[in-house]
């Protein structure tokens, strides 16, 4: 039987208007320090954002979160940060911040497969 992993994660959030504190889950990322992984998810719901503010610019939520992919990635496109290893790179990426792309809390769980695991978080905490 797989032994199982300790892993992180946190629910990536769009905040249109950051002094209201209100927001909308748009993905998941995951950290497995056990198996040197990292990953995330989202989808943009123009609808959803909508409701919480109609001027939002959409393709700018778009931007932010394709570069926080870039830089979960560890690809040279995600610059600096992005070069950092895995767990300073999600350190990085769900540190406090008060913009319009911010974390959660980080929440601990255990897994045997991190991928499937990102998959169901994406249903429960997004879909």
Known sequence: MQKSKVFEYAIIRVVPRVEREEFVNVGVILFC???DYISLKYVLSPERLKSLWAQIDEKE???HLV???K???GKSAGGLIGSLPVAERFRWLTATRST???CS???PGLCHNPE???EKL???MVE
Do not use: P, R
């Open 67 to 69: 570069a926080f992919s």
């Open 33 to 35: 320090k056990d198996l």
């Open 105 to 107: 809390k980080v929440h």
């Open 116 to 118: 499937e695991t990102l």
């Open 61 to 63: 939520m778009e931007e």
């Open 71 to 73: 830089i979960c990635e």
């Open 100 to 102: 319009m792309v911010q």
């Open 122 to 124: 994406f249903a429960e």
